[in-house]
């Protein structure tokens, strides 16, 4: 069984910093492909950003420049670090992990961002 676990939302103030983080149990971490993916209430799931099995990242427009995804295959976590926060960053955060064969969703961080 595979399980994702999304830890370190929050409330912020605008311009501040969140790291999240979304550990993997299991045996598929290291060839997945990791993504971090957001929800505000009444708009559809967006990409955030996304990292591959090897390294390659790319991220949504509105985040670049402020958002950092990275990955600890070690640690079979997946980090998503957020600076710069603005309230339209409001959203459950979800981890995504993508194998040749399953697709895995965790069960969802809340940020808010206050303005």
């Known amino acids: 069984q595979v399980q994702l676990v999304e830890s370190g939302g929050g409330l912020v103030q605008a311009g501040g910093s969140l790291r999240l983080s979304c550990a993997a149990s299991?045996?598929?971490?290291?060839?997945?492909?990791m993504g971090w993916y957001r929800q505000a209430p009444g708009n559809q799931r967006d990409l955030v950003a996304r990292?591959?099995?090897?390294?390659?990242?790319n991220y949504a427009d509105s985040v670049k420049g402020r958002f950092t995804i990275s990955r600890d295959n070690a640690e079979n976590t997946v980090y998503l670090q957020m600076n710069s926060l603005k309230p339209e960053d409001t959203a459950v955060y979800y981890c995504?992990?993508?194998?040749?064969?399953?697709?895995?969703w965790g069960q969802g961080t809340q940020v808010t961002v206050s303005s």
């Open positions: 995504k992990a993508v194998t040749a064969r399953y697709v895995y």
């Open positions: 299991g045996s598929i971490f290291r060839g997945a492909n």
């Open positions: 990292i591959t099995s090897g390294g390659s990242t």
